[in-house]
Nanobody
Framework: VQLQASGGGLVQPGGSLRLSCAAS????????MGWFRQAPGKEREYVGV????????CYADSVKGRFTISGDNAKNTVYLQMNSLKPEDTAVYYC????????????????WGQGTQVTVSS
């Protein structure tokens, strides 16, 4: 399975960005697509996850109500819509794929994209 993340950039506080993650390869075993982020000097942290089977979603408290994950199974792509962005959202964002929905640890995911930089600054 290969994951390709895109859509990062520089945005002002309060602004919005949409990240995309396209999956290819042997995706039949994938049941969950997650988003994580890693700020400089910090550990990679969970952002949210979507179930490939029924589109259930779950989010970290820090982004709940501001970020939305959606999926397009026909395109094998998931999206992370980020609204009301804050400087503390600045990080490299990674998409990940795994077999089980709802897992929040990085070890719950088998495949990772290359990451895309999101910078929130005025």
């Amino acid at each position: 399975v290969q994951l390709q993340a895109s859509g990062g950039g520089l945005v002002q506080p309060g602004g919005s960005l949409r990240l995309s993650c396209a999956a290819s390869g042997s995706i039949f075993s994938i049941n969950a697509m997650g988003w994580f982020r890693q700020a400089p000097g910090k550990e990679r942290e969970y952002v949210g996850v979507i179930s490939k089977n029924d589109d259930r979603t779950c989010y970290a408290d820090s982004v709940k109500g501001r970020f939305t994950i959606s999926g397009d199974n026909a395109k094998n792509t998931v999206y992370l819509q980020m609204n009301s962005l804050k400087p503390e959202d600045t990080a490299v964002y990674y998409c990940a794929a795994g077999s089980y929905y709802g897992l929040r640890g990085t070890d719950g995911y088998d495949y990772w994209g290359q990451g895309t930089q999101v910078t929130v600054s005025s």
